[in-house]
């Protein structure tokens, strides 16, 4: 059976009532929030069995909004109010400015690897003491670059596989799975627009669902959607049930 977890970075974007009354399988969804006092008022919303939320800590775009060695000490101990959570935590160099574009991100990811940040070693304690389960969420890079840059942190892992930023990557991505263990969470999109606000989505559901096939050929066992927003404002619950049907 397939685990199916849902990232929902724009938990006010999302109709509540409507996840609560449709949903109908089991699933976890990891909410976006600052502190655990916000994590709290989001899960309150969530009333329905089938269910289990999490919680996405995330910073001001100011301190760079995910977490690294980049981060300052100050800021990484944020985590600590979520040490009885169960957790996702992206481990990504902090935010550039402007619009997203690859030519960015790869100059940005360059520039990361060779300045991984001071802090590096203070976030991977800050994690190891975390009590609770642990995602680390982050691009599919190699393993040299992942072990440099922190992202080998103690947790389960999840890679990043969305063929809308860019379907050139997505053989590498089912070469990578074929090889790693089944037991690592692969995250697939994007239905919705990402925090830069310009990142490419599915045009068509069909899209989507190739996507879904091509996880359910590589017998992925958890399968990460970006993002429960896209989804529900898609209107493709429908497209994800099935597909939890078919197994």
Request: aromatic share 16%.
């Amino acid at each position: 059976k397939m685990a199916i977890i849902f990232w929902s970075e724009f938990p006010e974007q999302v109709d509540w009532n409507k996840v609560n009354r449709e949903i109908d399988f089991d699933i976890e969804i990891y909410v976006a929030c600052k502190d655990k006092q916000e994590y709290l008022a989001w899960k309150k919303k969530i009333k329905n069995k089938h269910i289990d939320v999490g919680a996405w800590p995330i910073l001001d775009k100011k301190d760079g909004y995910w977490f690294s060695g980049q981060t300052s000490k100050e800021n990484i101990d944020k985590l600590d109010e979520f040490k009885d959570v169960d957790v996702k935590i992206d481990i990504e160099p902090k935010i550039y400015h402007g619009r997203y574009s690859n030519i960015k991100t790869w100059l940005w990811l360059i520039k990361w690897y060779v300045n991984p940040g001071k802090n590096k070693e203070h976030l991977l304690d800050k994690i190891k003491s975390l009590k609770s389960s642990v995602i680390i969420s982050g691009f599919f890079l190699p393993r040299f670059f992942r072990r440099r840059v922190g992202m080998e942190a103690n947790g389960k892992k999840n890679f990043i596989c969305y063929s809308t930023v860019g379907r050139i990557a997505f053989p590498y991505y089912k070469f990578m799975i074929k090889k790693m263990s089944k037991d690592n969470f692969y995250a697939i999109g994007l239905t919705h627009p990402g925090v830069f606000g310009n990142e490419k989505a599915y045009k068509h559901k069909e899209e989507f669902v190739k996507d879904l096939e091509t996880m359910k050929k590589l017998r992925v066992k958890n399968l990460v959607i970006y993002s429960l927003e896209g989804i529900i404002k898609r209107d493709w619950l429908g497209i994800v049930k099935d597909y939890v049907g078919s197994f």
